[in-house]
């Protein structure tokens, strides 16, 4: 199997053939590990597929029936309600990376992990992208894990070291817009679930009135936001009008 997906990535030219080998890496990084070495220093894989691993959070296939669709499209739909409810689609390449480490590959991967750091341009003329992708590197890295705690069910707690002064600083500026990406996806799920009354046990219904004071301050924040992190759960406000109405 490593063979095989080593060859597909030597002959590959383009993004959706190298997924295929980076999905069955994930979901069986002791069989392809050595060919999954050759996504590790490509930062826009990594973009690429925390886009899919966010799209995998809340698969639109498995919140739709089938009422109005042909027999092919039904068979189409059942197939990908399948593959999204696999163990790996809920998993990314930043887990595969930390992954690779506690195997026989890791004094290879700290090699990638190093070698990216390596090519990266003096600090003072780095950008924001070359600053993302340092904490990217920095938070992959086991080596900057140390044990700080040990739980009485036998456990240890590791933890990473911060990072570097000027990534920190970035990361602390972007803290406001984070949370409001958070915020509003989290009001998009709870309106979604809720109306669909599926799941009254992970969304509780009774908070509206909670959920309807954070729509109304989403609604303003929106109208005076600069970033883009929340434009993919702008419905959540209309979700949670639509369950109060009803």
């Avoid at 050595?34 to 220093?41: E, G, I, K, R, T």
């Avoid at 700290?110 to 600053?131: G, M, V």
């Avoid at 992959?140 to 070291?161: A, C, H, I, T, W």
Wanted: aromatic share 6%; charged share 25%; proline share 6%.
């Amino acid at each position: 199997l490593d063979c095989f997906a080593s060859d597909i990535i030597s002959r590959s030219n383009n993004a959706a053939v190298t997924a295929v080998v980076a999905s069955v890496a994930m979901a069986y990084p002791d069989r392809v590990g050595d060919a999954a070495l050759a996504l590790l220093s490509v930062p826009e894989i990594y973009d690429l597929d925390t886009h899919r691993y966010v799209v995998a959070a809340s698969p639109i296939t498995s919140m739709f029936g089938d009422f109005g669709m042909n027999a092919i499209q039904r068979v189409q739909r059942s197939e990908r309600v399948e593959s999204d409810a696999l163990p790996h689609r809920k998993r990314n390449l930043e887990w595969l990376t930390c992954s690779l480490q506690l195997g026989p590959l890791k004094d290879r991967v700290w090699k990638c992990i190093d070698e990216s750091k390596a090519q990266l341009p003096p600090t003072e003329q780095q950008t924001e992208r070359h600053k993302l992708w340092r904490l990217r590197l920095h938070r992959m890295d086991l080596r900057n894990f140390s044990p700080v705690q040990e739980r009485e069910d036998g456990q240890v707690l590791y933890v990473s070291k911060p990072p570097d002064a000027d990534v920190a600083e970035m990361v602390e500026k972007s803290a406001p817009e984070l949370k409001a990406n958070q915020e509003a996806m989290s009001l998009s799920n709870w309106g979604f679930q809720v109306f669909q009354g599926d799941k009254p046990e992970i969304c509780d219904p009774g908070l509206w009135r909670e959920m309807l004071r954070k729509a109304q301050g989403t609604q303003s924040a929106q109208a005076t936001r600069t970033g883009r992190g929340t434009r993919g759960f702008e419905g959540g406000p209309a979700y949670v009008a639509a369950v109060c109405t009803r």
